[in-house]
């Protein structure tokens, strides 16, 4: 599998482009920002994006879906309760935020759901908490935290939709639970590290402890 990790945009969000072994079909989670960037790398390792993985429909993470998606043709999928939210964020907060409308959704996801290309397999884990539809993606000795878990930190639970007993119950119990060798990529560069494992959180992060 091929797997870049980059911070894009002003929010220090981070868009990960992976690819299967067999064939380079990829695809990008939360394309935030900076999309000629990641269609630079893309195109230098030969991998053809298929797919848009939105870990939830907050404008940080979201706003680069359409240029994303009429560069590439990809399809949006995020989960089916934050759906919705995709196509409902104001206008003047996306242009606070320096983006553009995201296009609706072409697929939805719910728990246990596997998004596949070739070799590559993720598998939905549903995270409520940050958002009513955040997810996190786990891959082969590798989850993909969005909002939910940060690098020595978590989501903020404040915003509309945010709950931080769902939140608890979601890292408790999709998250701690996974092998501790199992490398963490969160959704913002929040942390002392852009990576780190669940071993580590479960005994450092002082928000989970």
């Known amino acids: 599998m091929f797997l870049k990790q980059l911070e894009v945009g002003r929010m220090a969000v981070f868009a990960y482009l992976l690819s299967s072994d067999a064939g380079k079909e990829g695809l990008v989670i939360d394309p935030a920002d900076d999309i000629d960037e990641i269609l630079a790398i893309a195109d230098r390792q030969k991998i053809t994006i ?34 919705p939210l995709l196509t409902r964020i104001p206008r003047s907060m996306i242009s ?3 983006g553009h409308p995201s296009p609706p959704a072409d697929l939805t996801v719910k728990e246990g759901d596997l998004i596949r ?13 940050h958002s009513p539809g955040g997810i996190c993606l786990q891959g082969d000795q590798a989850v993909f935290t969005g909002d939910t878990l940060f690098v020595g930190g978590v989501g903020r639970t404040d915003l509309p939709g945010g709950s931080w007993p769902l939140m608890w119950q979601s890292i408790k119990t999709k998250l701690l639970t996974l092998p501790d060798e199992t490398i963490v ?7 002392p590290a852009p990576t780190s494992t669940i071993k580590n959180e479960r005994l450092y992060n002082p928000f989970i402890k």
């Open 50 to 83: 298929r797919y848009i993985l939105n870990t939830h429909a907050h404008v940080d993470h979201i706003m680069g879906n359409e240029e994303m998606k009429k560069k590439t043709g990809a399809k949006i999928i995020i989960h089916e309760e934050d759906e």
């Open 96 to 98: 606070m935020f320096g």
């Open 117 to 129: 290309l070739g070799d590559l397999t993720l598998k939905v884990l549903h995270t409520p908490g």
């Open 185 to 191: 990529y969160p959704g913002h560069n929040y942390g």
